[in-house]
């Protein structure tokens, strides 16, 4: 009975500190005069995709003076939708998903919360949308990836040349995710790239079937290197690929930041999108109470499109040089990632694709207004090139090219 | 040289089980184990943040039930985990370790959106939604009575089965995924049928979850019922209390393992049918989010009581929804939240151990040695 008194003297006092601790507690955080900018993140920094969201996003508040409010570990589900709203409610007049499965689930919030701006990267149905306040955005990655392609071409004729193997045997591996035109683009124009240095070069790609997985991702690109790979790049998030390519000693060209500290010996450059330049975009936008653009595509120009972090010690010499040449070119319009004369297609493969004597492209209808049926709709070969990220952001080059094998599929 | 004293040496305190508690004294221990667990909680918030622990509290609150969005997210999670320990109760009591839920609850939602993909805009709304309801409700039956023929015929371990059966169900999911992904080759199947919203559950009013809220309650009072007041549940007491009295009486054994996990697995069947029709309307590989363990522990906690479930499986919805606004709010990793919510929850379960045994103390002077 006694240890009852105590228990019970215990519990009130405990419920008393609680309520006044309650009462006394009420928050003078309300900064009534500052934008708030929702931003939803499917992972937390601890993923290399998310990270490169998260610091772009932090840096942008930052310069543009709004308050950053994060939401990660985000699923692509109802909850996605039931942030962006609670986002909303919480006073926020811009809300930023990052991964392609929020992008329906965003557009149901913003059906809801026709005041407020929702954003999504790497979402495909915004243009073609009736929603006002829903909105996509994409970089020109492939840019990106046919400049990393050219260090990676360097790095294979300075292995030619060294004796470590013949020219016929240049191959890359490839580590993808899945068989989509993301995908699919960045492959092929990383294996343009290479190419447009070393005219050997052949490419074997082999499909994970997920984003992240870090086992699968090393099980492929060890895979590769058995296989006979003498380079190993990647699209997917984890660090299997190049810890992979650290542990065999091949060289490997990376994506989504930098893996040097990981990999010190084989890491040569990584291509990413830089999405701070977006983000204060839309910031702006709102502020002067300006339209967001429906559907905004980013490239080298915005500097939406990054080479970082070129690291000497594994890279050919002379790669920075040639890298900022090209560059210029791409820039100047010289020449075009996907220049017709420099693939031949198998049109047995690719129904949509119409080739000349040669093999060489001269017409493909691309799905660019995304519908149910993947109708083909839009003629995306003109003036002697593919024109990609230029009627939508996301890719849409699903083309399969001479010269890269498939080792599996995966949709 | 002997020594007499020796051998009836008391340790310092030694544990004893209780008789019996009153009702109220349990509730004393648990109340005040959720204030220790607090004040645990607000030390370790001060030392590892340096953030006011008073402060991390009132954002838990306001995370929970902060806005009318936020109360209805919290009765919306709290009846679907709550639908997924009501599944999993009539088996633990029978002491049957269904812990496959989690997989009995993705196979019913692949079920429910196979059926909304497939036959979403060929079948009219009044016969896809009880083909729908049927389709996921067999599913997840089926999907539990596989392991429970094994235990009644062969008397496999049950614990490893549904355990095993969880994998297969989600490498099932993944398969799908793959197959009806949009666009083809994302690797998701985004919001089934967002035009015409054929197969959704409809909104009562203007709210998306009510309808699942009032069935979860239908659900919960028919259990209670049933449990209570059914021979069924008689027979389930019985078997779970001691199988050769269950055998003696003349139950038959066999047959009321497979009928109750048959139940056991069509309500979370249900749970996956409210998860894809009426919440999602979407399936990933993480629909079930876990709820299939963390029901384990509602339904425990509530020593297997339908009504008292209602609390428990509120209380732990409460916790995670206050301890990720608290990662939002003050910018902190969202592992801390995780480091919040296990603490409360360990506080609560230890409570159990003071509720069934006792602490006693040796006697200061002379009580040692009679």
Known sequence: MKNLKKIFALVLAMSMIFVLAACGGNGDDKDAEKMKVGFIFLHDENSTYDLNFINAAKAACEKMDVEYIPVVNIPESNECKEKALDLADRGCSLVFADSFGHEQHMAEAAKERPDVQFCHATGTTAHTSELKNLHNAFASIYEGRYLAGVAAGMKLNEMIEAGKFTAEEAKIGYVGAFTYAEVVSGYTSFFLGARSVCPTATMEVQFTGSWYDETAEKEAATTLISRGCKLISQHADSMGAPTACEDAGIPNVSYNGSTVKACPNTYIISSRINWQPYFEYIIGCVKDGKEIDKDWCGTIATESVLLTDLNDKAAAAGTAEKIEAVKADLQAGKIHVFDTSTFTVDVAKNPNAKVDDDGHLTSYMADVDTDKNYTPDTEVVKDGYFHESEYRSAPYFDIKIDGITLLNEKF | MENHEKHIREPFFHIAKRDTVVWWLAWLIRIASVAAALIVCAIVTVLLTGENPIQVYITMIDGAIGTERRIWGLLQNTAMLLCVSLAVTPAFKMKFWNIGAEGQVLVGGLATA????????????????????????????????????????????????????????????????????????????????????????????????????????????????????????????????????????????????????????????????????????????????????????????????????????????????????ISTIFGLNAAFSEIITGIIIFFIIGSEFFINYTIKFRKSKGGAAQ
């Open chain 2, 114 to 325: 196979a059926c909304m993909i497939l036959f979403g805009d060929k079948l009219p709304l009044i016969v896809l939604m009880p083909l729908i309801i049927a389709a996921s409700i067999v599913a997840g039956a089926v999907w539990a009575l596989i392991p429970a023929i094994f235990k009644a015929k062969w008397n496999t371990n049950e614990t490893l089965f549904t355990l095993m059966m969880n994998y297969i169900a989600i490498q099932l999911v993944s398969f799908f995924t793959y197959q009806w992904s949009v666009p083809k080759g994302s690797g998701q199947i985004g919001v089934i049928n967002q035009d015409t919203r054929a197969g959704w559950l409809p909104e009562i009013g203007d709210n998306d979850y009510l309808i699942n809220i009032l069935i979860v309650a239908a659900l919960t009072f028919a259990m209670y019922v049933y449990l209570k007041y059914s021979k069924h549940g008689y027979e389930i007491s019985v078997v779970g209390e001691s199988e050769n009295t269950a055998r003696y009486i003349g139950i038959n054994v066999k047959k009321v393992i497979i009928r109750t996990m048959l139940l056991s697995g069509a309500i979370c069947g249900i749970a996956g049918l409210l998860l894809v029709s009426g919440t999602d309307h979407t399936i990933t590989r993480d629909t079930a989010a876990g709820r299939g363990f963390t029901a384990i522990m509602v339904s425990w906690l509530a020593k297997f009581n339908p009504l008292v479930m209602i609390f428990t499986a509120l209380l732990i919805v409460f916790l995670e929804k206050g301890a990720i606004e």
